[in-house]
C-alpha cells in the first residue's frame, strides 16, 4: 500500500545531501548551545519542527532576541530579529566551510557576534566546520521529503508524549545524532557510566525509555524507528513488541522499526503507535516504574 502522507525519501540524492545538512544544523545548533542556559539533558539546545522546517530555540544577544529557521519550501536560512531585522541565506549546494563562514559573517553585520566550537559531534572523522570542503551536496527534493516525513509522523510522537504525566522531554530534534526524539523518565537516577563524556553522562543522568527516527545514514543506512530503555533492565531484549516488523537489534540495543513498514502499513499511524506503545509498557514494567504515578488513567 502506498500512503502519500508517508513519503518515500530519494536515497541517491539524500545519501549526499545527509551529511552536508547535518553539519549545516550542528553549525546552528551550536549557536543554540552558546547563547541559551544549559537545561537538563541539554534541552536548550535541540531544534523544533515547524510549519516550513526546524527552527532554534530563542535566542538572546545583548538587547534584542533572535531565531534561525531552516526553511525546507522555499530553502532558505532565515534569522529574524526582535528588532524587525531579517537575513536571508539560500539553502543551495554549498560547502560546509562555505556555509559556516557566510552564516557568522552575515550574523556579524547583524551585531550578532558569537563564538562556537567547531569541531563536530557524534560523527566518525569529524572535520571542523571551517575546514570542511567535503560535505557540499543540498537537493531541495530529498531535504522537502525528509521534512514531510517528520511532519507526517509529529502527530503520534505529540499523542504518545501526551499520556505521559511524569518528567518527559518536548519531541524535539537533535542535531548532535540527527533524529527526531522523545524520552521518558521514571523520576530515579541512574548509575553515572564509567568514563562517559559530559554529554553522555548529563544525558543519562535518570532512566529513561527513548523513542524516536532517524533518516539513515552510516551504520543505519535506512530511516527507521526506534525504541531503548537505558539502563536497560533485563529481559528486554527477547520482550514481545509489535508490530511484526519490529524488533530488538543486538547491534544498537535498541528496538528497530524501519520506515518503510510504516510507511506501506494499512495504517501507519496505528503501527507506529503500537511500536512506542509496546515498546515502552515491555521496558517500563520490567525496569518496574510505578508506572500509576507516571502515565494518565
Same mark, same amino acid.
Given at each position: ?60 544577544? &545583548?538587547?534584542? !532576541?533572535?531565531? @534561525? /529557521?531552516?526553511?525546507?519550501?522555499? %530553502? *532558505? ?115 553515572? &557510566?564509567?568514563? !562517559?563524556?559530559? @554529554? /553522555?553522562?548529563?544525558?543519562?543522568? %535518570? *532512566? ?90
Amino acid at each position: 500500500m502506498t500512503n502519500t502522507r508517508w513519503p518515500v525519501l530519494p536515497s541517491d540524492t539524500w545519501r549526499d545531501t545527509y551529511p552536508t545538512l547535518h553539519m549545516w544544523t550542528q553549525i546552528v545548533g551550536k549557536i543554540a548551545l552558546a547563547l541559551t542556559p544549559r537545561t537538563n539533558h541539554f534541552w536548550n539546545v535541540a531544534l523544533h519542527l515547524t510549519s516550513r522546517g526546524l527552527i532554534t530555540p530563542l535566542m538572546y544577544y &545583548r538587547d534584542r !532576541a533572535f531565531t @534561525i /529557521t531552516f526553511d525546507f519550501v522555499e %530553502h *532558505e536560512l532565515l534569522i529574524e530579529t526582535s528588532d524587525g531585522a531579517t537575513e536571508i541565506i539560500s539553502l543551495e549546494p554549498r560547502t560546509v566551510a562555505d556555509f559556516y563562514k557566510l552564516l557568522m559573517s552575515t550574523l556579524h553585520g547583524m551585531n550578532i557576534d558569537v563564538r562556537i566550537w567547531t569541531m563536530p559531534q557524534e560523527v566518525p572523522n569529524p572535520i571542523k566546520f571551517e575546514k570542511d570542503v567535503t560535505h557540499r551536496s543540498y537537493d531541495p527534493v530529498a531535504v522537502n521529503t525528509f521534512w514531510q516525513m517528520l511532519l507526517a509522523m509529529k502527530p503520534v510522537f505529540d499523542a504518545f508524549r501526551a499520556k505521559f504525566i511524569g518528567k518527559c522531554s518536548p519531541v524535539h530534534f537533535f542535531w548532535g545524532s540527527f533524529d527526531l526524539a522523545v524520552t521518558r523518565f521514571s523520576g530515579r537516577r541512574a548509575l553515572e &557510566r564509567p568514563g !562517559a563524556d559530559p @554529554i /553522555t553522562r548529563e544525558s543519562y543522568s %535518570h *532512566e529513561v525509555i527513548s523513542h524516536g527516527f532517524w533518516p539513515g545514514s552510516g551504520a543505519m543506512p535506512n530511516p527507521a524507528f526506534y525504541a531503548y530503555a537505558a539502563p536497560e533492565p533485563a529481559g528486554l531484549k527477547t520482550a514481545s513488541v509489535r508490530p511484526s516488523a519490529a524488533s530488538y537489534s543486538s547491534d544498537f540495543s535498541e528496538f528497530l522499526l524501519p520506515y518503510e513498514a510504516v510507511r506501506t502499513a494499512n495504517s501507519p499511524e496505528a503501527d507506529l503507535t503500537a511500536f512506542f506503545t509496546s515498546t515502552y509498557n515491555a521496558a517500563a514494567d520490567l525496569a518496574k516504574w510505578n508506572r500509576i504515578e507516571l502515565e494518565r488513567s
